[in-house]
């Protein structure tokens, strides 16, 4: 059994280590930091706050029991009282509607005369209706709809917070890969120096080249030693940002070793460079402006008069009670209140500043939607000239390859100098590092497109409103 676990842990190995050291590709950093980024995190902390206070105002419609009993104990009366009532708000009108049951026994003097009820008690029903105020809108039925239109605008800040932080995460990766593969050429050009310091030393102990030239080579190291260093420094740095967007599934930063870095610059392309219509920050500006509205209806509303109608229905059951005839049988009740606001200069005003409240939303909409359009038109300009810059740099790095490959067979040949293979290294990996810089900042313009149209399918997000 120990020699089968050992012959397929050497089998699986490999492709453990593989696993291991994979690349690690754009999709892991961007399903990372959808999952596990703090700023998308605490917006989604902030929906659950907006639902929660929806949840606390959908409370001003719960049904409400209420029980009132007493008894007394000393004196000429010897009445004893309870009653219970259920009410419950109307959804569609400002009014309500109860039901109830109240019984007695004993006596109560003329001014509670209304405590006595049959021997079994008393039922009631009744409600109240708004006619004209709060009849199609009231303070409860506005809390409930701003409290929905606060859950839309927390969820369009959470995508808009979302494609923010993907939209760095995605340029942070593009920078590491970018300071990675920079590193990675620098230090090819030191180690093609190096092993030529040693052939040279050969050649200068054998007397063919003279000292001079193997300090001329040391030289040579030096510099390009220098230029590794400052490399392996923006490439400690890179990996370090990415870690804010890398993250395990605890949420622990995770800094990426070397040997995961992919082989050449991943390009960048959005997957609908078109309009912005859908924007979360426009959408969220519809949301104030529907709530800007709703405050207009609340204040139209109190401008209104109150006039509202009741009605109650009571059937005392069981024998006679001690308050007499008057007691037996059905009772129903109608009344209608007016009330008539004067100056009404509290409603004037909530009017007045909700209107103007509403025309500064519908100006800022219009100037963020402009806005948006010149962003938009600015930065597919920026990619289309990155494009543009990166097949030139690439001309010129291949170009810069062949000649510092004819300057080496030259050199070879004894038909070159030292100095002018130097040079033609130099140039060809400066080219490359060029073109690197290049793709880079194409592939960051290409970012920058996608979070400006809210691109979610490109950025790792699910193409839709965020859940």
Known sequence: MMRRLLLAF?????????????PLTLADV??????????????????RQAEGRALSAEGAFDTVFDVDAQSRLLGYYSGTYLESKAT??????????????????????????????????????????????DRAIDERRGRIAMAARDIDAARLEREMVAIGVQARAAATYQNWVAAGLRLKAYQALLDLAEQRRAGIARQVQLGARPAILLTEADTNIVRRRALVVRS?????????????????????????????????????????????????DVQ????????????????????????????????????????????????????IRLTVPLQRRAAKGKIAEARAEIDGLRTRQQLVREQIAVEVKGIAIAV?????????????????????????????????????????EEAATDARVRLLDAQARAALAGIDLAGATADRAALGLPDGPLP
């Open 284 to 335: 969220t500006l519809s949301a104030r402006l529907a709530q800007s509205e709703l405050k207009l209806a609340l204040a139209e509303n109190e401008l209104k008069p109150r006039l509202d109608v009741r009605g109650e229905l009571a059937y005392d059951v069981g024998p006679t009670g001690r308050g007499g005839k008057s007691r037996d049988g059905e009772e129903a009740i109608v009344g």
């Open 10 to 22: 050497t089998l699986l190995w490999p492709f453990a280590a593989a696993a291991q050291t994979a």
């Open 30 to 47: 961007l399903d990372s930091s959808a999952r596990q980024a703090p700023q998308i995190i605490e917006a989604m902390a902030r929906v």
């Open 232 to 280: 392996e420094q923006e490439y400690a740095a890179a990996a370090n940002a990415l870690s804010f967007f890398y993250r395990d599934e605890n949420g622990e930063r995770l800094i990426p070793s070397p040997d995961r870095l992919p082989a050449a610059l991943p390009g960048f392309r959005p997957t609908r460079p078109g309009q912005a219509a859908d924007r979360p």
């Open 88 to 133: 419950r708000p109307l959804t569609q009108n400002g009014g309500s509607i109860y039901g109830g049951y109240r019984v007695s026994t004993g006596s109560f003097p003329i001014y509670e005369d209304k405590a006595y009820t049959d021997r079994l008690g008393e039922l009631k029903i009744g409600g109240l209706f708004a006619l004209m105020r």
């Open 384 to 424: 289309d000239g990155a494009a543009k810059t990166a097949r030139l740099a690439a001309d010129e790095a291949s170009l810069a390859d062949d000649l510092a490959a004819a300057e080496r067979r030259r050199f070879d040949l004894g038909a070159s100098d030292f100095f002018l293979l130097n040079m033609r």
